[in-house]
């Protein structure tokens, strides 16, 4: 389940991702699966290569991507691998 995510914030992540840039969505979050992880970023691109490359820099298999439909296709970050990334990115204030 997904909450204190702001709409702007939504459609922010949006617009960037439709205007080809690796954009950054990070909210809270809550699944049975992963109870010591209680944020997710979500990582998107509107261009797969793009996106798959990014992906690799930081060891992310293509097969992780959630590939939807709308066009926002995105890796879902957790735990020790969302923060090690977003420090790397320099954006790890998300996770405050």
């Keep these: ?7 702007q914030e939504l459609t922010e ?3 960037r991702i439709d205007n080809g840039e690796i954009a950054f969505l990070t909210h809270y979050w809550l699944d049975d699966r992963f ?3 209680k944020t997710v970023t979500k990582v998107g691109c509107s261009d797969i290569k793009k996106l798959k490359s990014w992906g690799e820099k930081y060891g992310l ?3 992780w991507i959630h590939y939807r439909k709308d066009g926002y296709s995105h890796f879902d970050l957790l ?4 923060k090690k990334i977003l420090k790397e990115e ?3 204030e998300r996770l405050k």
């Design 90 to 92: 320099g954006i790890s």
């Design 35 to 37: 109870p010591d992880c």
């Design 13 to 15: 992540w949006k617009r």
């Design 61 to 63: 298999k293509e097969e």
């Design 1 to 7: 389940m997904a909450f204190g995510l702001k709409r």
């Design 79 to 82: 735990g020790d691998t969302q």
